[in-house]
């Protein structure tokens, strides 16, 4: 129960009497459980007061630079791809102009175009399995504190037993607060591990956001990916 964790032992000749539920009024001596149901629901209202706007903001910032990052690991990947591409259709062109005086046969063009956009296809989903992996690495990173014990604005809050809570108190500079971005994140970010050995993602100093756009506009961090697997057949 939720105001009966503290009580002293009475003086000599003193009954003791302990209030009855603040909720149901039933004796204290049932110990019902609506005092402690009631503290949870308070704890459950003011968490998403207070701190729902923090979980906000933390979000919004893991979300906006894992996008980010899968985006241009995205595009390095098909930056690899196209250029294997392009060398396939050299080779094929060599061939055709060696021994036959002539073009690629247009089937054998298609069918370069059709490994291309599987490969393609292949490099997007292998980018978006990522996500866990980066989204964990993000969240790392974000710092929240607590205030010390000793700390006067915790030791003698501005609430008064008798006469109920007085003004709202400031916010505590440095408190249990948003996420760790900006330029004071940008000097730490490249110094903490990913967690349980993963190696971190390539990261680079910070910019304005942007919310990612279309395939054709995927562009942010220069990170360098491990190379596709090569699909192409081996030179005639």
């Known amino acids: 129960m939720y105001t009966r964790d503290y009580n002293p032992k009475p003086r000599k000749g003193v009954v003791r009497m302990d209030p009855d539920c603040a909720i149901c009024h039933a004796p204290a001596s049932l110990a019902c459980e609506c005092e ?17 706007s923090i979980l906000n903001d933390i979000r919004s910032w893991v979300r906006a630079h894992a996008q ?11 930056e690899r791809r196209k250029a294997a591409h392009a060398q396939h259709l050299d080779r094929l062109s060599a061939h055709s102009y060696h021994y036959y005086h002539a073009p690629p046969h247009p089937n054998e063009i298609a069918a370069a175009q059709a490994q291309l956009k599987r ?3 292949e490099d997007w989903q292998a980018s978006v399995q990522r996500y866990p992996e980066v989204l964990e690495y993000f969240y790392s990173l974000v710092e929240l504190s607590l205030p010390d014990d000793n700390e006067p604005a915790v030791k003698d ?5 008798l006469s109920g809570p007085r003004n709202k108190p400031a916010r505590r500079p440095g ?25 971190p993602p390539p990261l680079e100093p910070p910019r304005e956001r942007r919310t990612p756009g279309p395939r054709d506009r995927r562009q942010s961090y220069r990170g360098v990916p491990p190379p596709p697997p090569s699909y192409y057949p081996p030179p005639y």
């Open 175 to 199: 408190a249990a607060t948003t996420v760790a971005s900006g330029p004071s994140l940008a000097t730490h970010e490249r110094d903490l591990p990913l967690p349980r050995g993963r190696t």
């Open 36 to 52: 402690a149901k009631s503290l949870e629901v308070a704890v459950r209202q003011a968490e998403s007061r207070m701190m729902q």
């Open 119 to 121: 490969g393609i296809d």
């Open 157 to 161: 809050p501005p609430l008064s037993a």
């Open 68 to 78: 980010d990052y899968i985006l241009e690991y995205f595009r390095l990947l098909t």
